[in-house]
């Protein structure tokens, strides 16, 4: 059995430094949102508010998380706290979709029995939201981009910064046209957008968190390339899974044609580790050699 990694990390203290950032930012518009809300009576104010809220939440437990996976391993934790940003996005999936909830049965509720609104002060609280949510989403959107812990903490910013837009619409349109039933009808559709970027972030992370294959990746592909190589007779008993956003991981029996050296095996594992890292971006691999071994010979087996 042998292995071999590469790998390749973000600043996760610079990630740190963005996250507390932007819960201070978040902590100053929630606070301001729940005074406004209340003192306007508006509804699409304190969901706003409360999507706020839900922001702070998830962005602390995405600080937390950046800072798990800083830990080093240990006897009892071999893979350190690598998957705890993975637990942290599935987390805020789960707060997104929560949130959007409540948010819709209270708009439903103020459907029924709508409420005049204090529509200037939304329209003031809500473009200090825009601003707010506004410089949180441009702090963290490179992160983003190759960090599930860090989209998550985006997706929630950027969703909010689009209701706080839909605030301020709702906010002029009671304003000068008198429409209070808009704040219901903005609520139902903010929630509705939580559930579906909420539904997406959900999916991604349940598949990271069941060690499920990358929808990048197509193993075929992989056990066809490596099948090409000198001395190999086939790539078998295959998996492939990412341990964190940095760690895309192979582990697979390898059958050999010849019966090779420990030094031909070394020097094979060597191309097959850097065809998998160039070809499938795979930067830890983990081979089992075999030559005449009876086993199952098939890509994928059911242990």
């Not at 060690?211 to 086939?234: E, G, H, M, Q």
């Amino acid at each position: 059995m042998s292995h071999s990694h590469q790998h390749s990390h973000s600043p996760k203290d610079l990630r740190g430094q963005k996250l507390l950032l932007s819960i201070l930012l978040n902590v100053i518009i929630t606070v301001a949102q729940v005074i406004g809300g209340l003192v306007s009576g508006s509804l699409s104010l304190l969901s706003d508010a409360l999507h706020n809220f839900s922001d702070v939440l998830s962005l602390i437990v995405s600080y937390v998380a950046s800072k798990l996976t800083k830990r080093k391993a240990s006897i009892n934790r071999t893979f350190g706290y690598k998957r705890a940003e993975i637990l942290a996005a599935f987390i805020n999936a789960c707060t997104l979709i929560i949130v959007a909830i409540l948010l819709i049965i209270e708009a439903v509720k103020r459907f029924q029995d709508p409420h005049e609104v204090e529509s200037g002060l939304v329209i003031w609280l809500s473009i200090v939201a825009i601003i707010g949510n506004g410089l949180s989403v441009l702090i963290l959107k490179k992160d983003s981009k190759n960090n599930i812990n860090m989209r998550s903490a985006y997706l929630h910013l950027f969703t909010d910064m689009l209701a706080s837009v839909a605030v301020l619409v709702g906010g002029l349109l009671m304003k000068y046209y008198q429409i209070f039933w808009v704040d219901s009808l903005l609520t139902l559709l903010i929630a509705l957008y939580l559930i579906w970027v909420g539904y997406d972030l959900l999916k991604v992370s349940t598949k990271m968190l069941m060690l499920f294959t990358p929808d990048t990746i197509n193993i075929k592909d992989v056990v066809r390339a490596v099948n090409k190589l000198p001395k190999v007779s086939k790539l078998h008993h295959v998996h492939i899974w990412n341990l964190s956003d940095d760690e895309l991981h192979l582990e697979a029996h390898l059958d050999l044609k010849q019966d090779i050296s420990t030094t031909e095996f070394n020097s094979l594992l060597s191309k097959i580790e850097n065809l998998l890292h160039e070809k499938f971006n795979i930067n830890h691999v983990t081979i089992q050699p075999e030559f005449n071994k009876i086993d199952p010979k098939e890509v994928i087996v059911q242990d």
